[in-house]
C-alpha cells in the first residue's frame, strides 16, 4: 500500500490547480478532516460504499503524523474503500429460518407473500445488525505520494473505481483536481519546452508493417487521446537496443544504459490476433516476439533494467499510462529508518527524472521533422528476418 517496500507500483498524477508551498499540520488537518469514517458506519452510504483517507500503515491505521507522513518533501497518506456487502447465501438462510418460524406458528402451515417479504426484511435487518462490527466489509488500500518538488502525485494499484472515488476526494480535501499523466500528456508537456506541442497535436498512430494499419487502436476508444505514443515509445526503445547499443543519450548530456527483461505484452491494434504475453530474460529477443511485431501488434507492457549515475533500477512499464509496476529501488544505506525513508525518496525522484528523460528522447525525435527518416529506419528494422536467440 506504501511506497517503502522493496517493490512498488504506481500510476502518475498532477494536480490541475495550486500546490502547497509546504507540506504541515494543515495537510494532516485537512487529511484529518476526510478520514474514513468520521463516526459514520460503512453502510451509511447510499450504494454501501463508504471512501476516505488512512494514515497508511497498515488498513486501520488512521493516526496522521507529521514524522510519519511527511518524509522530504512528501506527503504519503491511503485512500481506503470500503465495501458493505449482505452475503446472499447468508441471507437466504436467515430468510428460511425466519419463514421457517412463520410456516410452525400458522394453523394451515402456508406462507402468505406478505410473510416471506416480511420474513426476508427481518433477516436483512438481523444482518445488518451483525454488519455493525464491520464482519461484511472488505477494506481495501490505495498509498498515495505527493511529491512537492514535482509536484506529482503517485497512486498505487488503484483501477478505475478506485480512481472515480480519489478525484472528488481529492479535490474536496485540497482545492485541486487530477489528472492522469498518461503518454500523451506527457509528451504533450515535454514537447512544450521544444516548442514542438503541434507536432503532438497532430499526430496519428503509425504503422511499423507495410499493409498493417493503426488507424483505430482497440485499447483507445477516445480518438483524442494521444497515448498510443506510449506504443510507439516502447516500439521505438525495441529498435534502439538492438540497432544502436543498450545505452541512450539523455538530454542532460548523461547517459542510461537500458536492457529489456523480464516480460513483455503485444496486442494487436485492431483486436483481431489477440494478445501475446512472453516472460523470458531478455523477451525482446526470442524470435516469436519478433514475429509477433511483424505480425503488427504493438507492444502495451515492456520490462526493463535501467542504470543511471550508478544506480539500478528494475520495473515494468505500461505504454499507453506510463504506469510503472514493481519497482525495485536500490537499497537505502542509513542508519535508521527516517534516513533510509529519505533515502528512497531520493531514489524515487532519480528514477522518474531517468524515465521522463528516456521518454523525452523519443518525443524529442517524434515531434520532429526527423520522425519520418527515423521511422523508414524501424520499417527496415523490423522486416528483416529473425535474428537467432540470444545474438
Partial sequence: MGFFGSRISFARFRPTGTRPPAFGEDSLANLEK?????????????????????????????????????????????????????????LRAYTAEELEGVAASNPSGQISNRQRREAKERAKERLEEEARDGRFVKRKGFGLLWDLPSGEVLVSGAGAPALDRLFPLFEETFGTGLEALGAGRQAYFLAETRNLTRAIDDATPCSFVPGKSTDRLNWAPDDTSRDFLGNEYLTWLWFILEERGDSLALQDESQVAILAVRTLTLECPMGETGKET????????????????????LPRKMGFIISRHDQQYEFTL?????????LKLPAPEGENERVRDEERIGFLRDFLETLDLMFDAFVAIRASDGWEAELALMRQWLIRKDKPAGT
Avoid: M
Fill in 318 to 326: 505500461s505504454a499507453e499510462t506510463l504506469a510503472v509496476s514493481g
Fill in 278 to 297: 512472453i516472460s523470458s530474460d531478455a523477451p525482446t529477443r526470442l524470435p516469436e516476439a519478433r514475429r509477433a511485431l511483424q505480425s503488427g501488434k
Fill in 34 to 90: 476526510h478520514k474514513i469514517g468520521n463516526g459514520r458506519a460503512a453502510v451509511a452510504s447510499a450504494d454501501g460504499i463508504d471512501s476516505g483517507w488512512i494514515a497508511g500503515d497498515h488498513i486501520l491505521d488512521r493516526k496522521f503524523d507529521l514524522a510519519k507522513n511527511i518524509v522530504s518533501d512528501t506527503l504519503q497518506w491511503a485512500l481506503r474503500i470500503d465495501a458493505f456487502k449482505i452475503p446472499s447465501d447468508l
